[in-house]
């Protein structure tokens, strides 16, 4: 029996068992077997929940790029490491094989190098889902300089506060991006973000969408040149394992963004694992992820996991809906694709258009569906399993966060028998808790709770990057001796687990994480607007849409309301981006408060929800009178 790869449900057990009996002797054990390290580790795992600090493969060195390239070079170097379907379904779709990859990258890892950027630097990268991306990222690692993306759909102010974050020397991005029929400028906001990040000094330019652009003389260059002229090798600089890999920013419920902070070693090995055997990727397998680089999913499972096993990996420019909604299928058949992971809420859009645009295509070629980043519904997973598996292929519904680096809660496909909406049960080396509100663990089956996890995994974050007690507050204080999710689950009568949504103000839009604090300080900024509260709402294809409860200053009462809504809407796409846009504003006199000041957001959530039955104990209100407007108002 392999540790590495599990392929019957009694396997899963015994694995699992022995995983948590012994996790150090268990990962030491995939580690060994399954990587090229340049020196071993000398102690597996050191951890302490309470400082907080976990140091997985201390003393280990290696790159992670000669483990997702170099390494294959002898036995796959003509097999397609990355498959790039363009956003327009004419252009050439590209198969980059792991040489030129390697070359590739490489190339890149010299221009880094050559433009001053040292172990350890920052490196912003603002792309659209073009090979650069990909390659950037590795480029980095090769050089041990720690990348940090930022989704190519956030605002010039969201991209600037990321930016200064981290302190980024260069950020990478390109002329302008695709996507569906629209065309983004994608350099423009970096141009404007830039005006607020003193300390870039390199800007680096990949040529997409041949728009007109400015290019800042001492600051800006075009990749390409740069890229033929350097020179076409690089030697894999030798990292420790539990130096940083990247950083990429989460919401938070409060405050700004926390910059999540990754190592190389423990991602490494937990990332390649769980793609093996989430997806059971098999060496002849072409494997699709649809999300966007930008976040964690693609940098996991589409950048280093599959990498590591020597998988070929889709890259997907463009959106579902382009040039129609059979877009997703046309390029499954086309390229045909064995395992497909996608998100509810594309699911959820898809299946609300004409059957005809599945049907149309052969998709025979699948054995493995997967969704991510919200809960899916049932009606979802049906549409899902009927119409796109033909009831051929098992749902992987994998629940995990940016922050556990990996796949955490998850049925191993044709081994865990699966359940419509539940993510079932733990990988291996897994140690899930279900906790009450006072922090007592609720043991037994038929429970639910708050979600934690009780022992380190090997791709945990490290710390937030510049705020380590923030990363305490928020993941180890809870509950003590802890990891603390931010989820809700249930377990069921034989220990599958559901995730039933966020315990704390992060609303899931579209699978997009938003924290409230921050859409509110966007909203406040507008002249006319005196306080503000978000909370989410059910949305049929969104999963969650955000309903804004406004209160105007004594000068915004006079002004035309539609246009109001319309310009605080601007506001928040100006600092966070269009994907935090509001559903719904009412604008209303007053919040429902506590006496010590606190909205009560549960009254608000309820009325947004239009589940106003019961509104609960309101006793400790200051103003419940309030509450009696906003429901009549109601939208
Ligand atoms: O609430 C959970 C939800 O997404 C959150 C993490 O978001 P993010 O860090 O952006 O990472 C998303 C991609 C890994 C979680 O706290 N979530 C993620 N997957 C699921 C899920 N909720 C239910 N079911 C899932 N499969």
């Known amino acids: 029996m392999s540790n590495y790869h599990i392929k019957n449900f009694e396997e899963y057990y015994q694995v699992y068992r022995k995983s948590v009996r012994n996790p150090e002797n268990f990962w030491e054990e995939v580690a060994e077997e399954h990587f090229v390290w340049r020196k071993k580790w000398d102690s597996v795992l050191e951890w302490d929940f309470s400082k907080p600090e976990i140091k997985w493969f201390q003393g280990a060195k290696l790159n992670i790029t000669e483990n997702c390239l170099d390494r294959h070079l002898p036995v796959r170097g003509d097999k397609t490491a990355i498959l790039f379907e363009p956003n327009d379904p004419k252009e050439e779709a590209q198969h980059i094989t792991y040489k030129q990859l390697h070359e590739k990258v490489c190339r890149f890892a010299n221009v880094l190098k050559d433009n001053g950027i040292e172990k350890g630097d920052r490196v912003v990268i603002y792309l659209p889902m073009i090979p650069e991306l990909a390659v950037s990222l590795l480029a980095c690692a090769r050089i041990g300089a720690i990348h940090s993306v930022v989704f190519a759909g956030f605002s010039s102010t969201a991209l600037a506060t990321r930016i200064n974050d981290c302190k980024a020397k260069m950020v990478v991005t390109s002329d302008g991006s695709y996507r569906g029929a629209k065309t983004i400028d994608l350099k423009g906001i970096v141009d404007e973000a830039l005006e607020k990040c003193p300390g870039v000094e390199t800007v680096l330019v990949a040529k997409r969408t041949k728009s007109k652009i400015t290019m800042k003389e001492g600051r800006d260059q075009w990749l390409q040149p ?68 930008g976040w964690i999913t693609g940098h996991s499972y589409i950048v280093y996991g599959p990498l590591a096993n020597g998988a070929t990996t889709v890259m997907f420019e463009g959106v579902p809906s382009y040039p129609d909604f059979g877009r997703f299928w046309d390029v499954v058949q086309k390229h045909k694709i064995n395992q497909f992971y996608t998100a509810p809420t594309a699911i959820r859009a898809l299946a609300k258009e004409n059957l005809d645009f599945v049907t149309e295509y052969d998709l025979s070629c699948l054995k493995v569906l997967g969704t991510v980043g919200e809960p899916i519904n049932e009606e979802a997973w049906h549409w899902y399993n009927d119409h796109v598996g033909e009831k051929k292929c098992p749902i992987v519904d994998t629940w995990w966060q940016t922050e556990t680096g990996g796949i955490l809660i998850s049925p191993i496909p044709f081994s865990t028998p699966t359940k419509p909406t539940y993510a079932t049960l733990p990988m291996p080396g897994i140690q899930p808790a ?162 010590s000041g606190k909205i009560m957001r549960r009254i608000l959530r309820k009325i947004a929800s239009k589940d106003t039955g019961n509104l609960g104990d309101t006793s400790t209100l200051l103003n419940p009178e309030v509450v009696d407007i906003i429901m009549r108002e109601s939208l």
Request: hydrophobic share 35%.
């Open 226 to 293: 740069l890229l033929d002229k350097a020179y076409a090798d690089y030697t894999a600089d030798i990292m420790d394992a539990e130096d940083p890999l990247f950083i990429l920013y989460t919401s938070g419920s409060t405050g700004k963004p926390k910059g999540m902070m990754h190592t190389i070693g423990g991602y490494m090995v937990y990332t390649a694992y769980t793609f093996k055997n989430v997806f059971q990727y098999r060496e002849e397998d072409v494997y699709w992820c649809t999300a966007d680089i």
């Open 434 to 595: 279900l906790m009450d509100e006072n922090g007592k663990e609720i043991k037994g089956n038929q429970v639910d709770g708050r979600l934690c996890i009780k022992f380190p995994w090997p791709s945990i974050a490290r710390t937030i990057w510049g705020d380590h007690q923030r990363y305490k507050d928020t993941y180890f204080s809870a509950f003590k001796g802890m990891y603390f999710t931010g989820d809700g689950a249930l377990r069921d009568e034989v220990g599958y687990y559901r995730i039933t949504g966020r315990v704390d103000d992060v609303i899931i839009v579209s699978g997009h994480n938003l924290g409230t604090a921050p859409i509110e300080d966007a909203i406040n900024e507008h002249p006319a607007v005196a306080e503000s509260a978000i909370v989410g709402f059910p949305h049929d294809v969104k999963g969650n849409a955000l309903y804004g409860y406004v209160i105007l200053k004594e000068t915004g009462q006079s002004r035309d309301r539609d246009n109001l809504k319309k310009e605080i809407n601007q506001v928040i796409t100006e600092h966070i981006g269009p994907i935090a846009k509001l559903d719904k504003i009412q604008f209303v006199p007053g919040l429902p408060k506590t006496r």
